[in-house]
């Protein structure tokens, strides 16, 4: 399929995008890229924009060395009257890395910007710079909203893979020009090695880039740093970021597979057995690495309402961080849950504020279908659901509470959007097939992987009555981005109408299944 940008409002300054396109990256991710001898800072990791509001927005940079960063705004790729922001001094303590933060931009203009790297001994030797845009959110609806989600990059030893164009996928979703794009985790495989080649069927070969932090899983802090480099190695994904903003959280691989606080592991590959030592250091490089507003905060929390004008609220959720441990998960009072209590009533009280007409759930891990977990042995359960399709059990408890409190207020517009189990699908839950009937119907879907192995279809369980009214997954486990299975999602909301349009799409951005919703409701 043939993907163009959109006339109007949404066709995209591409010419101000050239310089980023254009960096040449060092092949492993610790080296220094070239021209590091030319004395002046270098931004050869490209930049990123994210947490975009109304009026405010946070920019993203690393540089080769010590500098200071400088971000300058404007309405116009010439940088005619731009603005200067001076940024913070990027050093070691911050693998050179940095976020500014725009304050009082206009509501619903493309941002031109643009981030200089100084001397911070001399001002005046700066490197070149490096241009990026952005939209900030409409204060009215008139112009609508359009953002695109996925999840799961460089999983199950698929890296990025230069004969078949590296991460792909990342220029079908610039072509439909999002105003952003919401990552619903596993930004990176931090327990998933890459070898320089894996064996396809058919007797090809898969082949890799490969660096040294990716040759092991990672344990140490620059071991973490590596992971997250590798990734804007993809000169599409650094296209992409320097074009479209993010709204990123996490799930288990940006530290190890199926992770819960205080597990110690089993897995004779760490010689690190401690979780919250791992997820420690994780959540440091996580903050380095993506401009995220409430990892600012002295909480350094991944849970945030990203609030996107009078259409949408983004409910960013972190179902890793306060989970209980992973179990049979058949307990019949678990005050803890996934959520934990006080990101439970955080959600809660959001929900009830918020004034947007649709409010998207983002959840890391889907809700009714059921994710097993076998790392130890045992027939533990990952995400909520745990197969028994009768009354809510385990971590189904804490959203049942939820369903039944979105109903009882009467809250309209939830949508509930996930990735994690590398397929993609849309489920239609409603009271009337399920066992628990306390709760308004609603819609899930789910998308990814974005360049990871492709899975089969999860089961369903019945407690909340989903329908799975649409799936595309492989017949096989762990399917390479080489023979398709690779999906995003896109979301489409009508300024004029309120009308809520999601689309399921592959990796060339080929329509697979269109579901449209309507505005004002309490369930669909």
Request: hydrophobic share 40%; with cysteine; net charge neutral.
């Amino acid at each position: 399929m043939s993907l163009r940008p959109l006339p109007g409002r949404r066709s995209v300054l591409r010419g101000s995008l050239a310089a980023s396109a254009a960096l040449t990256l060092p092949v492993a991710a610790g080296a220094a890229p070239a021209l590091a001898l030319s004395g002046r800072p270098r931004a050869g990791w490209g930049v990123q924009a994210g947490d975009v509001t109304t009026d405010s927005g946070l920019v993203w940079v690393r540089s080769d060395r010590p500098a200071r960063m400088i971000v300058e705004t404007a309405a116009t790729p010439s940088f005619r009257n731009a603005r200067r922001r001076l940024g913070p001094l990027l050093g070691a303590d911050s693998d050179f890395t940095g976020t500014t933060r725009l304050h009082g931009l206009p509501a619903g203009e493309q941002i031109h910007y643009r981030v200089l790297l100084a001397d911070p001994d001399d001002p005046r030797r700066t490197g070149e710079p490096v241009t990026g845009t952005f939209r900030t959110a409409s204060a009215t609806r008139r112009d609508g909203v359009r953002f695109v989600w996925s999840g799961d990059l460089a999983g199950q030893g698929w890296g990025i893979n230069p004969e078949l164009g590296g991460y792909r996928i990342y220029r079908a979703m610039a072509a439909l020009d999002p105003d952003f794009f919401l990552c619903s985790g596993d930004n990176i495989y931090a327990d998933g090695p890459l070898a320089g080649s894996a064996p396809l069927p058919g007797g090809r070969t898969w082949r890799n880039v490969t660096t040294e932090e990716k040759a092991k899983v990672a344990e140490t802090l620059a071991e973490f740093r590596g992971n997250f480099r590798y990734n804007l190695l993809d000169d599409n994904l650094r296209r992409f970021n320097a074009q479209v903003p993010s709204i990123v959280q996490w799930d288990d691989h940006e530290v190890t597979n199926n992770w819960y606080p205080g597990e110690i592991l089993g897995d004779a590959r760490y010689t690190e057995k401690d979780v919250d030592v791992l997820a420690a250091r994780a959540r440091r490089a996580f903050s380095e690495y993506f401009p995220v507003s409430t990892l600012r905060r002295p909480s350094g929390r991944v849970h945030r309402v990203q609030r996107h004008g009078p259409l949408l609220d983004v409910f960013v959720l972190d179902m890793r961080t306060y989970r209980d441990a992973n179990s049979p998960d058949t307990q019949t009072a678990d005050a803890q849950g996934i959520l934990g209590r006080e990101q439970l009533e955080w959600l809660k009280r959001e929900l009830t504020r918020s004034r947007a007409v649709w409010k998207v759930i983002a959840a890391d891990m889907p809700l009714g279908l059921v994710v097993p977990d076998t790392t130890d042995g045992e027939p533990d359960f990952e995400a909520v659901a745990q197969g028994d399709p009768g009354v809510p059990l385990g971590r189904e408890l804490q959203i049942a509470e939820l369903l039944r409190f979105v109903k009882h207020r009467r809250i309209t517009g939830t949508v509930w959007l996930t990735a994690d189990v590398h397929h993609t699908s849309a489920q239609h839950y409603d009271p009337s097939r399920a066992a628990f009937k306390h709760f308004a119907p609603f819609w899930e879907f789910v998308s990814g992987p974005l360049n990871a192995g492709a899975f089969p279809a999860s089961a369903l369980d019945g407690t909340f009555g989903p329908d799975r009214v649409f799936v595309k997954a492989p017949a096989t486990a762990n399917v390479s981005p080489a023979d398709g299975y690779q999906f995003f999602g896109e979301v489409d909301i009508d300024g004029d109408s309120g009308e809520l349009t999601v689309r399921l799409r592959e990796q060339d951005g080929t329509v697979l299944f269109t579901q449209v919703l309507q505005p004002g409701r309490v369930g669909q």
